[in-house]
Nanobody, 123 residues
């Protein structure tokens, strides 16, 4: 059974920083393509960062240079370091697999999702 547990979301001012964490179980972690998704109010869930088995990462244009995704195969976790946060980063953030060749900003459907973690950027 796949379990995804996200944490680290908070209320932060514009320009602030946060680091999100995701614990994953029930998957073969070291072989998995993984990513962070977010869903803003009234919008579809979108893929914002992905990381391959070797650690190669890609980002949606809106977060490039501000977000960094990491993975720890030893701990079966991924994290998302977010800097210089903007109002438009406000969303619920989720971790999950990504399909091979996933397109940044796209929506992907899986049968399992965690509860997500809320990031609110507000002054």
């Amino acid at each position: 059974q796949v379990q995804l547990v996200e944490s680290g979301g908070d209320l932060v001012q514009p320009g602030g920083s946060l680091t999100l964490s995701c614990e994953m179980s029930g998957i073969i972690f070291h072989n998995a393509l993984l990513g962070w998704y977010r869903q803003a109010p009234g919008k579809q869930r979108e893929l914002v960062a992905k990381i391959g088995m070797s650690g190669a990462a890609n980002y949606v244009d809106s977060v490039k240079g501000r977000f960094t995704i990491f993975r720890s195969n030893a701990e079966s976790t991924i994290s998302l370091q977010m800097r210089n946060l903007k109002f438009e980063d406000t969303a619920v953030y989720y971790c999950n697999h990504t399909p091979p060749g996933a397109t940044m900003g796209a929506t992907y459907n899986y049968d399992y999702w965690g509860q997500g973690t809320q990031v609110t950027v507000s002054s």
